[in-house]
């Protein structure tokens, strides 16, 4: 069964489009990674929020292990207002078997 993500980071106001940057650089290279189903980027006011799903835990260990967030990380040191909150999340599906579950 896929693992989804849900991970939100708080840039510091005036380095938003920094940070932006940052993280569109490396979404190609999450996308290529192996049970890589979903990892796309949200925001509102003042908060990023990924949305991802991955084919199994495994598959989202590689990935938090992997050479891309690897590359992200030390350049997003100073830009952030708080630490990242990373939610690792079962599917639970309810209703409609398409609208009740997150699918790539």
């Known amino acids: ?3 989804v993500v849900v991970a939100t980071l708080w840039p510091v106001p005036e ?3 920094e940070v932006l940057d940052i993280l569109r650089e490396a979404i190609p ?3 290529a990674e ?3 189903e979903l990892y796309a980027l949200n925001e509102n006011d003042d908060r990023l929020v990924y949305v991802e799903q991955w084919s199994s835990a495994a598959a989202l260990q590689t990935h938090s292990r992997g050479e891309a ?3 992200v ?3 997003l040191d100073g830009l952030l207002a708080r630490s990242t909150d990373v ?3 079962r599917p639970v599906p309810a209703g ?3 609208k009740g579950v997150v699918r790539a």
Do not use: T, Y
Request: aromatic share 0%; charged share 30%.
């Open 69 to 71: 967030l690897a590359k």
């Open 34 to 36: 192996d049970g890589c």
């Open 73 to 75: 990380n030390p350049k």
């Open 29 to 31: 290279e999450v996308h």
């Open 96 to 98: 409609d078997p398409v």
């Open 87 to 89: 939610q690792v999340l």
């Open 15 to 17: 380095r938003r489009a």
């Open 1 to 3: 069964m896929s693992v």
